[in-house]
């Protein structure tokens, strides 16, 4: 690339920046901010501003572009850095292009430059990524995301008055989710969902559709962790309803953990679902409910243990157990029914220590009495257990009583 | 100033069934070599290094500027220059004093007082203590506690505040080697006892606020340690107190949904490796919060009787009336109305002496009663039942009486 070919790429991008803004064609503007997406026009610019020593005597050269130089001048900085691969540098001014870029977008009236700050907004969190991988290889702490998170605080600030720019405070929601997730700090999401959930000025369906599911998606986990089941589903099947139908990635997603929530509530999917979105780890557990099998439960536990600890829903699964015992207990009673009709209703604990035996699973009759208790306890049995006698009896009208999409009694 | 780590038989060294307790409470023999490991700017050291920068940005709470190349001179547990200002305010406290004169300390009491806003500038070198005597210091005040001439809570106190004020000095200087492990493994364990301690004596309502700040400094110091562990990791080694460490986490969140560190433990269990997951520890600790969870008194009880360590029994403790409520609650509901439950029987079950039982039983609105042979019972299907509130006294925990008292 020659000199003049360079200060040509740099003048026609500083032009197009400022003719966006003045004739506020968003779509222009936001392509000028895309870092990460490596467009072909961005990367020549990067390779320009390498060869050019002093782009910022251009920026200087006309007002058109020297009232926009807080914005700019980082910005090549930045796009300098990270066509040479230098992310902190790059993050590092890309962070003051943010600030500065907020400071003009609070000015315009419209929310004309709504899809340039969504640009800013999600590079900002993938820079700071970056720049934490680089910082940690080097032997530093990794701050830059954390970081990121506050610049995008001041964004969410900016956006979430009433007026139209309303519409974009979720997206910055979803990313700061994203960031605060990443980093196990999803405490500092409850401010952000507050301010969204308690607008009255501002209904939730005027959002974009696609900010909706990811932050159902998001909450719902949330709920997820705090055992909230019915919310979780909520959340989770509302993010499954209205998600693209062809993004079979998100999908399945979303069932990785609204699965472990119907399971909860009794609702159990049908096999073929777990296979077309190949979420087979889920299919023994399934069967494990369906059957009563308990070492079934546990096994496939065991097998799939790491990944449902790093989705985050192993103790969701774990707690899955009481269901098991009900089956297995309501399987027990169907046989006894068909021996002996007029005493099916008697269970005696042994036998369910003896079934348990056959699965190989090691237990007294005192654990199992325990269990019952729990089991009459949670409404998951009706009847009463008596420890002398050591039998449980059943109620002959609906033993086992159906959750019908409602928790477990806690 | 051997004293407090080699001290066996205190409640700071119990080890139990031979599960060598007591090991981590040495440093170990290759002391020199440890030293040199955090050594800055060589390539071999960039994972100590990252973590120190994780380490400091967890340890706010001390308000401390990290800086990287600060190495303190101080060979006193307290600065000189502290000292002489506290023995003019009088500022001593009862450890503190030589031969109880309020104003008149010496070297081999005064201890550095913890200071809220302290930063890096305008310490000197002299105010600050080498990693050496920063572990003597540790030594010492965690002798301490084994004084019977004190109140627990009058040591505590003490304790409490210097120990903090040593986490600021490592802090500040940036240490991230096995020592800083071991030093923060010794004040976790202190504040996992008292955490007991003090439970024990929480009827008296200034205990209460002394528990409860307690236990942000035992959150906050474990989250430091968890740092300085994955500061030292290389591969799959598992430092000799990580996993016990790590299993106290977990116990913590034995209350309904309680979260003492802030997170979702789930969202904590991505982030654990492997190796710790699958430890023996780590896996007594989760086969406990599953029965506490699914609520199998059954197995909680025997599980933690059988299983749980000195250090894992004070975290559990608070929760195990809890659980005694549970099952009653559980017996009470679905028991046959005309068998009532022996006490005997249930004792048993929940680990505690029968005649504290009864007492249980009432404190839950429960009555009792006896039959014609003169065995107590525990009728069922009482409507009287009611959480108690305010707590309980004390009752004993059959399966681990040894660590009790």
Redesign the interface.
Known sequence: MSMGEAHRRITEYLNRFSDAISSQDGATFKSLFALSSNSPFLLSLGDALNLFQDPNRLIKQSDNYSQFADILVPLFRSLLNYRQNNLLEAYNAFEKTANAFIQEFRNWESAWALEALYVIVYDIRVLAEKADKEL????????KLKGAGSVLMKFFGTLAGKGSKRVGALYVTCQLFKIY?KL????LCRSVIRSIETARIFDFEEFPKRDKVTYMYYTGRLE????NFPAADYKLSYALKHCNPQSEANIRMILKHLIPVKLSIGILPKNSLLEKYNLLEYSKIVQALRRGDLRLLRCALQDH??RF????????L??L??QVYQRLVKKIYIIQKQKDPGRAHQVKLEVIVKALKWLEIDMDV??V??????L???NLMK???????KVV?LSKQDPFPKLNGKPVN? | MEGGYGNRGSSFSQSRRGRGRGRGQRFPSNQSKVSSFAERGTPS??????????V??NTQEDDAQPSSNFVGTCPYMCPERERIQREKLRDLAIFERLHGNPGKSSPALAVKKFCRTISTKYVQASDMRPITVLEDTLNYLLSLLESKEHLFEVVHDFVFDRTRSIRQDITMQNIVNKKAIYMYEGMVKFHVVSHYKLWCSMSDPNTASLHHLNMEQLTKTLASLFNLYEANQNSNHVHENEAEFHSLYVLLHLG??SQPM???????????S?PV?KSKEMCFARRI??SF???????FFCTAAAQASYLQFCIMMPYINEVRVL?L???N?????L?P??LL?LSK?LFIKESDLESFCNHCGLETGTDESGNKLLPTKQTTFSHPKGGFQRYSFLGLQEYER
Request: charged share 25%.
């Open positions: 940690a290889s080097n032997g530093k702490s990794p701050e997730f196990g700090t999803v405490h997820v962790f705090n055992e243990e790491d600890l790093r989705s985050g829903v192993y103790l969701v774990e707690k157990e009481l005192d654990e009495e325990c269990i019952v208790a729990i009459i306890y949670k009847g009463y257990f008596a420890h002398k006698s009896v806690s | 050291s960039s994972s100590a290094n990252r973590a120190s920068a994780s400091i940005s309904s949904y802030g997170e979702p433990l789930s969202l904590w269990f991505q982030r654990v492997t997951l919060l599953r969870r699914l609520g199998n008194y059954k197995d099952a609650s559980c017996i509901f679905g028991g046959y109305k068998h439950y022996p029987d079950l």
